[in-house]
């Protein structure tokens, strides 16, 4: 189903989606919802509007459309509306897109409802909604690495929203530096973003070649390669294909090992991979670290792996999940220690020990991490923060506001990670009960960003008690 702009659909629906916009405008939400709803329900693939009812679903909510939900609320997953789309998606994505949709019209925080509509999306082949409900799951949700490679991997095929993906993925990768399946979808972003801005798509159709469009040979080569990083379903068999067989004929060459290793974690074919990499460490590779790296991020991959394939429905799922978490978690704790003691000098691993620490709930052992991790300049505020939160977390509220405040003097400018920290310091005067503090920190967001995390609720309550 072709996703359709407004110049595609009937002049009866036009004239409804005016009268939509129009209702919007003058504060009508519910008028506005109803008639976008109904146009929807008759041109699921009308991207626009499904942009602009989001738009008047949040404002009547009084919420912003980024920073307004966690990851799972209370019921969120679990009404019967959002069981019924769940059922009927296999054989009626456009259907159970509208039942979504009616869970977002009372309460567009609902998680599992722009889970649904993303998956049906995909269903029905419209890769504008899909993005953007992966976009606005991911904004909210940027530390959950399975979404944001999700999402990044949709922009790369889609070469929308291009920006927002590199912005979330930057700063997962700033925390999980030596995450190879981070540092591999930024690179396949990358050369997607540099194809799309170069032109490059007139040659899927056969028109014109690389060194019509690139100025020197250099650039094509490198950009062919980067081409070759694409691999769909297809090629990465038919790529199995050939270093299986170049094993048999070649069992010296490591290269070709390696390769072969991370298409077959890339198929998930975890077990395979890992073997291979098992006999890589008794080569000339094996003190390599990105060896190393590379066991402990396909480890992981099959620890998700596992965790994605349990049924969402099954009455225990929930334990089943908190097992396997436990159980990836010790993994990379004890991973990460064996790196600690193998490199001891290597701030940024302390900061990521100090990370799975944190996650970990082992506080006391995450402070004394990030205390030395704050010596890496590369790292440094990002260890302040996560510090600031150790202390707020032992209710050494003091400690907490004047290591974020010499955090937030050390930083320039005013980007994510500094509006991270003046949130920070904000909630923190709050638990101080600095309340007129706490706010001033709040509006310093407020003025440039109405719509990070819940600023905006914040100060607008502020304001009304007044």
Do not use: W
């Not at 919802?33 to 991207?47: H, R």
């Not at 912003?64 to 966690?70: D, E, H, I, L, R």
């Not at 890339?266 to 060896?291: C, H, M, P, V, W």
């Amino acid at each position: 189903m072709p996703e359709k702009t407004i110049s595609e659909i009937s002049q009866d629906l036009r004239r409804m989606h005016t009268k939509a916009v129009e209702a919007g405008q003058r504060e009508n939400a519910d008028y506005a919802i109803a008639l976008f709803c109904q146009i929807l329900e008759k041109e699921p693939g009308f991207f626009e509007c499904r942009k602009e009812l989001r738009a008047v679903q949040f404002k009547k909510a009084g919420v912003a459309s980024t920073g307004f939900f966690k990851k799972m609320l209370s019921g969120a997953g679990s009404s019967p509306q959002i069981a019924r789309a769940k059922m009927i998606i296999g054989k009626n994505p456009a259907e159970a897109m509208a039942v979504a949709e009616q869970v977002l019209n009372g309460d567009p925080t609902s998680a599992a409802a722009h889970r649904i509509i993303a998956d049906a999306a995909q269903a029905l082949e419209m890769p504008q909604t899909m993005v953007f409900e992966l976009e606005t799951m991911a904004k909210n949700s940027p530390k959950d690495k399975a979404l944001v490679l999700e999402f990044a991997n949709a922009v790369a095929e889609t070469g929308s929203s291009a920006g927002v993906a590199e912005k979330i993925l930057a700063e997962l990768i700033r925390t999980s530096p030596y995450d190879t399946d981070l540092l591999q979808v930024s690179k396949n972003l990358s050369a997607h973003k540099t194809m799309n801005e170069g032109g490059y798509g007139a040659l899927a159709g056969g028109e014109g070649s690389y060194r019509d469009i690139l100025r020197n040979k250099d650039e094509a080569v490198s950009l062919e390669q980067e081409k070759r990083v694409q691999k769909s379903e297809d090629v990465a068999e038919r790529l199995i294909g050939e270093y299986e067989a170049r094993m048999k004929t070649e069992p010296d060459n490591l290269k070709n090992q390696r390769n072969l290793a991370e298409l077959y974690t890339q198929k998930n074919k975890f077990d395979e991979a890992l073997e291979i990499y098992a006999r890589l460490k008794n080569t000339e590779l094996g003190n390599d670290s990105s060896l190393d790296q590379a066991i402990a991020a396909t480890t992981v991959r099959k620890f998700d792996f596992a965790i994605a394939q349990l049924n969402p429905f099954a009455p225990e799922h929930a334990e089943q999940v908190a097992q396997l978490q436990a159980k990836k978690l010790d993994y990379q704790l004890a991973e990460c220690q064996k790196r600690v003691e193998k490199y001891p000098t290597d701030l940024a691993i302390r900061f990521e020990l100090g990370v799975l620490y944190f996650q970990a709930g082992k506080i006391g052992e995450a402070t004394a991490e990030f205390q030395k991790a704050q010596q890496n300049p590369h790292k440094r505020l990002a260890a302040m923060s996560y510090l600031a939160q150790c202390f707020a977390k032992r209710k050494m509220f003091d400690l907490a506001a004047r290591t974020l405040q010499n955090a937030i003097k050390e930083k320039p400018g005013f980007d994510e990670e500094k509006k991270d920290l003046i949130y920070n310091l904000g909630c923190v005067l709050e638990s101080m009960g600095k309340k007129e503090e706490a706010i001033e920190q709040f509006k310093i967001i407020y003025e440039t960003d109405i719509g990070y995390r819940d600023v905006g609720a914040k100060v607008d309550a502020y304001y009304a008690g007044q």
